[in-house]
């Protein structure tokens, strides 16, 4: 057995999830890993998250050589009943139970590992109004959740119970937007002072983005500790990157009035130059999105063409047109490649060079 714990998880087998059965119930279910990113990074904390890989999330510490691995499964519902131990224990069909299911992720890990596992739950539980582990139950509630293990999995080890946990998170399906939004606000306002001044939104659907690309990545795809950290994870690092990001990038805010002037100078005519400014806001988050490989990668092709050959910085005119041998028919499908969006791109890459 691999002796690492990013060894372990890869190695071991993905058992078969059901999936959120709603639109919003999967977004909470990101959504809620995304404050609890948010809570770490305040926090001062070193985290790694997978997401969708053995279990809904799981967290790591710490990131680069992990010892800690919480698999937390998120459960919610729009009912205001509490959540029964019943639920958790019931085998619809024979199938296995939730929490079989989830105690199937010690299965195959190091036992010199610290490893739980953690029930989200957006409403209270029948047993507990607040966190809770397994093993603190009261005496009725922990003699009936031991006796139906018992006999749903056999030799079961009653000591898994101190790595069960019942988390209460009390945020309902359409409160969690708000509920990131506010959480997001502490983080930018711990950052960068109360007057900050950025757009959170914006940062907030970018690393929403990432978490929905990771997560949507074939979990049985991944083949070695490396796949794992590049396809289906997100960390502390990556958060910071972002976060400096939306710093610089509101610190260096494009004057659009002087490029229209500029390129009117330059012989452009109006409708030209409207059509570029058209295609600089989406060409502005991609050119601030660090997860944008391909135009990172098309950003530096451009950044070559600024200068002339004596080594001189170009008109901006001159440069926008020289883009051309960069561009395909209108017909091309990738559409970072089109005239209007590579002057767009132009435009801000000149503007961060200058």
């Known amino acids: 057995m691999p002796s690492d714990l990013f060894s372990s998880l890869t190695a071991k087998p993905q058992r078969e999830v059901a999936g959120a059965d709603s639109a919003s119930r999967f977004d909470y279910q990101k959504d809620w890993a995304f404050c609890r990113m948010i809570r770490k990074h305040i926090d001062g904390e070193d985290y790694l998250v997978a997401f969708e890989f053995h279990d809904d999330v799981v967290f790591l510490e710490p990131s680069d050589t992990p010892t800690l691995a919480e698999f937390c499964q998120v459960k919610t519902s729009s009912s205001a009943s509490a959540r029964t131990l019943g639920t958790l224990t019931a085998r619809p069909k024979k199938k296995d139970s939730i929490l079989k299911k989830m105690l199937s992720n010690f299965d195959g890990i190091c036992a010199d590992h610290d490893i739980r596992v953690i029930l989200v739950s957006n409403n209270a539980f029948n047993f507990s109004d607040k966190d809770i582990c397994a093993k603190d139950l009261d005496e009725k509630n922990l003699k009936k959740l031991t006796d139906k293990l018992k006999d749903e999995i056999p030799g079961f080890d009653v000591t898994r119970l101190d790595q069960l946990h019942f988390k209460v998170t009390g945020i309902s399906l359409e409160a969690m937007r708000s509920f990131l939004n506010g959480e997001t606000h502490d983080l930018?306002?711990?950052?960068?002072?109360?007057?900050?001044?950025?757009?959170?939104?914006?940062?907030?659907?970018?690393?929403?983005?990432?978490?929905?690309?990771?997560?949507?990545?074939?979990?049985?795809?991944?083949?070695?500790?490396?796949?794992?950290?590049?396809?289906?994870?997100?960390?502390?690092?990556?958060?910071?990157?972002?976060?400096?990001?939306?710093?610089?990038?509101?610190?260096?805010?494009?004057?659009?009035?002087?490029?229209?002037?500029?390129?009117?100078?330059?012989?452009?005519?109006?409708?030209?130059?409207?059509?570029?400014?058209?295609?600089?806001?989406?060409?502005?988050?991609?050119?601030?999105?660090?997860?944008?490989?391909?135009?990172?990668?098309?950003?530096?092709?451009?950044?070559?063409?600024?200068?002339?050959?004596?080594?001189?910085?170009?008109?901006?005119?001159?440069?926008?047109?020289?883009?051309?041998?960069?561009?395909?028919?209108?017909?091309?499908?990738?559409?970072?490649?089109?005239q209007d969006y590579l002057r767009a791109l132009g435009v801000l890459v000149y503007h961060e060079e200058i």
């Open 188 to 338: 930018f306002c711990e950052k960068f002072g109360e007057d900050h001044g950025l757009n959170i939104r914006t940062w907030i659907r970018l690393v929403q983005s990432e978490i929905t690309r990771r997560n949507n990545y074939p979990s049985d795809q991944v083949e070695s500790p490396e796949d794992l950290i590049a396809k289906k994870c997100i960390g502390q690092p990556f958060v910071e990157e972002t976060l400096a990001t939306m710093n610089k990038q509101t610190s260096k805010s494009l004057d659009t009035a002087l490029v229209s002037n500029l390129l009117t100078s330059g012989g452009w005519n109006q409708i030209d130059i409207m059509r570029l400014q058209k295609r600089i806001p989406q060409a502005n988050t991609d050119f601030y999105d660090p997860t944008n490989s391909e135009v990172n990668s098309l950003s530096e092709k451009i950044k070559a063409l600024i200068k002339d050959s004596t080594g001189a910085t170009k008109e901006l005119s001159e440069f926008l047109s020289d883009l051309s041998i960069l561009a395909k028919p209108a017909t091309s499908l990738n559409p970072y490649l089109q």
